[in-house]
């Protein structure tokens, strides 16, 4: 059974930083991209940064460029995305998500994971 476990979300002033764990299991992701998603109140889930396990080149949202930064660690088979100079507009749970390819579209994941929340104060 495949899990997706999200964690290091937090409650923290802006420009402060926060880094989030994804740890996964159930079967071999290596061929595998991550990514990672997010939704605010009253908003669509969007994109924030996906990550090719296998060679682990990355892409982000334009958003989040220079702000967030996704790595993996593939003897723990845990991705992290990094947080910083957070802004009160990062608000929002984080989700973790697993596909077949990078991909800035929420279906083109299979897999996901129950979500984390960040919350930034100004």
């Known amino acids: 059974q495949v899990q997706l476990v999200e964690s290091g979300g937090g409650l923290v002033q802006a420009g402060g930083s926060l880094r989030l764990s994804c740890a996964a299991s159930g079967r071999s992701f290596s061929s595998y991209a991550m990514g990672w998603f997010r939704q605010a109140p009253g908003k669509e889930r969007e994109f924030v940064a996906a990550i090719s396990w296998s060679v682990g080149s990355t892409k982000y949202a334009d958003s989040v460029k220079g702000r967030f930064t996704f790595s993996r660690d593939t003897a723990k088979n845990t991705v992290y995305l990094q947080i910083n100079s957070l802004k009160p507009e990062d608000t929002a749970v984080y989700y973790c998500?697993?596909?077949?390819?990078?991909?800035?579209?929420?279906?083109?994941?299979?897999?996901w994971g129950q979500g984390t929340q960040v919350t930034v104060s100004s």
């Open positions: 998500a697993a596909g077949y390819y990078i991909a800035t579209i929420a279906t083109e994941y299979y897999y």
